[in-house]
């Protein structure tokens, strides 16, 4: 299996900053990686996959970007609205894996 | 617009079998484009995938190796709809399951049931 390594696990940050999640796969995925976000009690939302391509409706301020086996999330500008937990997901070979989560606090 | 409703039991007794269904609108089962997914979460396991089915010219199933021994998931092509079974459960198969579709275009998951709680107690 390929395994997802989030990081960092938590982070705080304020209104308006510039957040960066990260993840690292344990194997070459070619691009075949998505980031959910997810609120408690709802299902993953879908934000961005193929790497860097951003989901129909999602905000311009998040954006994914990497390659091989080291992949970013970017929250630009980052809102109120953003608090959650963070995934990775890598669907480039079965069985599909997901990292550990990122929970993002607003401050 | 497309909607997955899950419905089945939220209290399961040990090593009996899980039963969850996914009714499709806005889609079909039988798309030559989409796969649907079956994903379950837990505290200790986070996010895990567990098998999906699709169709492309014929069926076909993937499914995780850790539940291999123990499911399966199935059509129901005119109530456009799939299902989970998963056998001989465990208090360790308690999660939140949820189904899912992908879309070749897009490969990942990009629709999502609203998740059911399913709980191995006796």
């Known amino acids: 299996d390929i395994q997802m390594t989030q990081s960092p696990s938590s982070l705080s940050a304020s209104v308006g900053d510039r957040v960066t999640i990260t993840c690292r796969a344990s194997q070459y995925i070619t691009n075949s990686l998505a980031w959910y976000q997810q609120k408690p009690g709802k299902a993953p939302k879908l934000l961005v996959y193929?790497?860097?391509k951003l989901e129909s409706g999602v905000p311009s301020r998040f954006s994914g970007s990497g390659s091989g086996t080291d992949y970013t999330l970017t929250i630009n500008s980052l809102q109120p609205e953003d608090f959650g937990n963070y995934y990775c997901h890598q669907y480039y070979s079965i069985p599909y894996t997901f990292g550990q989560g990122t929970k993002l606090e607003i401050k | 617009q497309i909607q997955l409703q899950q419905s089945g039991p939220g209290l399961v007794k040990p090593s009996q079998t899980l039963s969850l269904t996914c009714a499709i609108s806005?889609?079909?089962?039988?798309?030559?484009?989409?796969?649907w997914n079956w994903i379950r979460q837990s505290p200790s396991r986070g996010l895990e995938w567990l098998g999906r089915t699709y169709y492309r010219s014929k069926w076909y199933n993937d499914y995780a190796v850790s539940v291999k021994s123990r499911i399966s998931i199935n059509t129901d092509t005119s109530k456009n709809q799939f299902s989970l079974q998963l056998n001989s459960v465990t208090p360790e198969d308690t999660s939140v399951y949820y189904c899912?579709?992908?879309?070749?275009?897009?490969?990942?998951?990009?629709?999502w049931g609203q998740g059911t709680l399913v709980t191995v107690s006796s």
């Open positions: 193929a790497a860097f």
């Open positions: 806005g889609d079909s089962v039988s798309s030559n484009s989409a796969s």
């Open positions: 899912g579709r992908a879309a070749a275009r897009v490969g990942a998951t990009d629709y």
